[in-house]
Each structure stands twice: as C-alpha cells, then as structure tokens.
C-alpha cells in the first residue's frame, strides 16, 4: 500500500507530489447494485479517486453496534464498497464522522449523543454554537431504509 501524506498543502504518494482527480460518490444513499454504475462514470469522467463520508448516524445500530459490512442492510456495507473502488483501480478519500457536511440528519451525529453529552455543541466555522439536532427521529429512514436528507 502506499505511504500518502499531506506536507506544505501538498498530497504526497509515496513521497511524490499527486493530483488526485476525485468525485463524490455516498454509497449510503445508493443501492449496491448502482455503485459499480457511478464508480464506472467517476472512471469514464477521468476521475482517479472516489470521496465518501462514513456517517456514524447510518453506521451506529440502536443496540449499539456498528454496521461496515452490511450485514443489517446492504447499504451500510462500506467495506464492500470500497473493496469495489479498489477492484476499479480507484483510491478512496474516505471521511468518518463524527460529523459530516452532507445534509445528513444531526450532520450525521447519532441522536443519542445529544442526550448522553448535552454539554457537547457543534460550532460554526468562526466558533459561534450552532444546533443541528434535528427532532424528528422516526423520519429518519426513506422507504429504501437510507438517511434522509435535510
């Protein structure tokens, strides 16, 4: 595997400067059998990267456990989806939460951690609070079983 680095705003692979041409794909918000289609036009599109946020809302189960394989719903199935990027040639710009830019309920942030940490605030880019606890949690899920957007 290579070593990538960030050194003097700069992307090194293996000690080279690259640049890597990546699109967005959220495998979460998809239905495996269209990933391969949209890695294929991320190729097509001469992209060499694909970039996905890891939602813990999505991930983290009600019980506590975390779904990456999706063995509770295809969708959450991370591993397999960047298993398929590899087989493409593609390197992956993968973002964990906690929290994440992609109109996602609460950012992404699990309802429950409003609860347990209520001290805990997310902030704007020049400090200020800001709350993105959305209060709706039963209108979490579409019928496909995947986040909702805001």
């Known amino acids: 595997m290579p070593e990538v680095r960030l050194c003097d705003r700069r992307i090194l692979v293996d000690g080279r400067p690259e640049l890597l041409l990546a699109g967005e794909v959220h495998y979460f918000r998809l239905g495996r059998a269209d990933w391969a289609h949209r890695l294929d036009r991320l190729l097509d599109c001469g992209g060499d990267t694909v970039a996905t946020y890891v939602p813990w809302l999505w991930h983290e189960l009600p019980d506590g456990s975390v779904d990456l394989t999706g063995r509770t719903c295809e969708q959450r199935d991370l591993a397999g989806f960047l298993d398929l990027a590899h087989q493409r040639g593609l390197r992956a710009v993968v973002r964990p939460g906690p929290f994440v830019m992609a109109e ?47």
């Open 104 to 150: 996602l309920k609460n950012e992404g942030i699990p309802y429950r951690v409003y609860d347990e940490h209520p001290h805990l605030l997310s902030t704007t880019w020049d400090g200020a609070p800001i709350s993105t606890r959305n209060e709706s949690p039963d209108a979490l899920l579409r019928h496909s079983g995947t986040p909702l957007h805001r």
